[in-house]
C-alpha cells in the first residue's frame, strides 16, 4: 500500500510539473560560454573576441580568466584607471585617452609584455563594456582586472578604495615574474625602456626612476617595478601590507606615502634607481643608483605625458654624479 501511495503521488506531481507554464529563460550568449566552464563567469570581462579562448590553469591569475589563459611567468605593464560619479562613472579624458596609444607603445617598446587595467568601470553598464572591449579586441595583450570582483579576492573596493593603488595588485598575482607601475596620463618613452632593459638585466629586485626636478620622492607610484618572482612571499605580504593601508588615505599624494612607509624601509637594499637629479641626495640613500643609459630628448623625461606640452622646459642642470661617466657633457641628463 505505502508503494502504491508514493507511485500515484510522484505521478501527480509529474503532471502538475508537465501542465504548468515554463519560465522564461534568457539564452547565454555564446562568448560567455568557455568563461562559465571555467566556473568565473561573474569575474571576467564578456567580449566577443574571447569567444574559445581556453581558461583553464592550475594556478588562477588574480586579474581575470583572460589573464589565467595566458599562464605563468607574464610581464605586465600595470595601471589604474577609476571613474567617477561626476562623470557617469568614467575617468575623464586625460586619463582614458591615452591607454590606446599607449597600448601600442607597449606592443612597441615591451613586446611579449601584458598591459593590465585594474579599473571600478562595469561590464554591465554598455558604455564602459563596449569601450573595454575595444580596448581588449583591438590589442590583444590588453587585460581588464575589475576590481569588485577579483578572481581570489573578491571585491577589493571596500579595503582600499583609492584607486591609485590598485595597479600595485600584480606583486600578488602568482602568474606575474616581473610588473610596472605606470601613470595612465604618461607616456611609455624610448629613455624609460632603456632604464628598464638595464634593471632586467641585473639582479635587483626593484627598479625606481626620477628623471625630473619635480621628482623628489622616495617613490613615485607611477615609476617603480618589481620581479615578484625572486621572492613571492616578500612581494605578496608588502603588497597587501600597502592595500591595508588606510593612514592619510584621502591625500592625493597617498599612494606614494605608502610606497614610502611600507615598500622604501623594505626594499631600498635590493634597488636600482636611475636618477638625474637626487642620486646623492641624502634621504635618499639606499638604492644603487644609475644614470640614465640614453640622453633626454627635448622636454621628453621620463614620466612625461601631454599634460606638460604647455609647460615650460626643465632647464635645470643635473648634478655631474646623476650624468654618465663617459657623458659629462649631459648637463639635462
Known amino acids: 500500500m505505502p508503494k502504491r501511495w508514493f507511485v500515484l503521488c510522484l505521478s501527480l506531481f509529474l503532471c502538475l510539473l508537465l501542465l504548468s507554464p515554463l519560465p522564461s529563460i534568457k539564452p547565454i550568449p555564446r562568448r560567455l560560454y568557455d568563461v562559465i566552464r571555467s566556473g568565473s563567469a561573474a569575474l571576467d570581462l564578456p567580449c566577443d573576441c574571447d569567444s574559445?579562448?581556453?581558461?583553464?590553469?592550475?594556478?588562477?591569475?588574480t586579474c581575470s580568466a583572460r589573464a589565467t589563459s595566458r599562464g605563468p611567468g607574464q610581464r605586465v605593464v600595470?595601471?589604474?584607471?577609476?571613474?567617477?560619479?561626476?562623470?557617469?562613472?568614467?575617468?575623464?579624458?586625460?586619463?582614458?585617452?591615452?591607454?590606446?596609444?599607449?597600448?601600442?607603445?607597449?606592443?612597441?617598446r615591451y613586446p611579449g609584455w601584458t598591459m593590465r587595467v585594474y579599473t571600478n568601470y562595469k561590464p554591465e553598464i554598455p558604455e564602459q563594456r563596449e569601450w573595454m572591449c575595444g580596448m581588449q579586441c583591438n590589442h590583444s595583450h590588453v587585460d581588464f582586472c575589475l576590481v569588485d570582483r577579483l578572481p581570489g579576492l573578491g571585491n577589493i573596493t571596500g579595503l582600499q578604495n583609492q584607486g591609485r593603488m590598485w595597479r600595485f595588485l600584480p606583486g600578488m598575482d602568482p602568474l606575474v615574474d616581473v610588473f610596472l607601475s605606470r601613470d595612465s596620463?604618461?607616456?611609455?618613452?624610448?629613455?624609460?625602456?632603456?632604464?628598464?632593459?638595464?634593471?632586467?638585466?641585473?639582479?635587483?629586485?626593484?627598479?625606481?626612476?626620477?628623471?625630473?626636478?619635480?621628482?623628489?620622492?622616495?617613490?613615485?607610484?607611477?615609476?617603480?617595478?618589481a620581479k615578484p618572482h625572486m621572492d613571492r612571499e616578500l612581494m605578496a605580504n608588502l603588497t597587501r601590507r600597502m592595500l591595508f593601508h588606510t593612514e592619510s588615505k584621502h591625500r592625493k599624494t597617498f599612494d606614494q606615502e605608502v610606497l614610502r612607509r611600507v615598500l622604501w624601509p623594505a626594499t631600498k637594499d635590493r634597488m636600482m634607481a636611475h636618477d638625474s637629479y637626487y642620486c646623492t641626495n641624502p634621504n635618499f640613500r639606499g638604492p644603487t643608483y644609475r644614470p640614465f643609459p640614453t640622453r633626454i630628448e627635448g622636454r621628453l623625461f621620463v614620466s612625461y605625458g601631454p599634460r606638460f606640452a604647455n609647460t615650460k622646459r626643465n632647464n635645470r642642470k643635473c648634478p655631474a654624479k646623476c650624468r654618465p661617466p663617459d657623458h659629462q657633457d649631459w648637463e639635462l641628463c
Open 78 to 108: 600595470s595601471y589604474s584607471l577609476f571613474g567617477s560619479a561626476r562623470n557617469n562613472g568614467r575617468a575623464t579624458g586625460r586619463f582614458e585617452g591615452l591607454f590606446a596609444e599607449n597600448a601600442e607603445n607597449i606592443k612597441a
Open 52 to 61: 574559445g579562448r581556453p581558461v583553464d590553469g592550475a594556478v588562477p591569475s
Open 185 to 225: 596620463d604618461s607616456l611609455i618613452l624610448d629613455r624609460e625602456r632603456a632604464a628598464v632593459q638595464e634593471w632586467l638585466d641585473s639582479d635587483f629586485m626593484f627598479h625606481i626612476m626620477r628623471d625630473h626636478p619635480g621628482h623628489y620622492a622616495y617613490i613615485l607610484a607611477g615609476l617603480w617595478g
